[in-house]
């Protein structure tokens, strides 16, 4: 499988590869802190509710 997945890869052009590569990086970074961003929004508005 994993050799599959690497011929297919060799098989991209190497700008397209960095390209992605930098598109994943900044996937794997902004996305646990837009997640984080609506948790902790969701806790305030809970907390905010529960005082109300």
């Known amino acids: 499988m994993i ?3 690497l011929s297919i890869w060799n098989l991209v052009p190497e700008a397209l590869q960095i390209l992605l590569v930098i ?4 996937v ?3 996305v646990p802190i837009m997640l984080a961003v609506a948790y902790i929004t969701l806790a ?4 905010i ?4």
């Open 3 to 5: 050799e599959l997945l």
């Open 23 to 26: 598109i994943l990086k900044i």
């Open 28 to 30: 794997v970074i902004a």
């Open 44 to 47: 305030e508005r809970k907390v």
């Open 49 to 52: 509710t529960y005082r109300a």
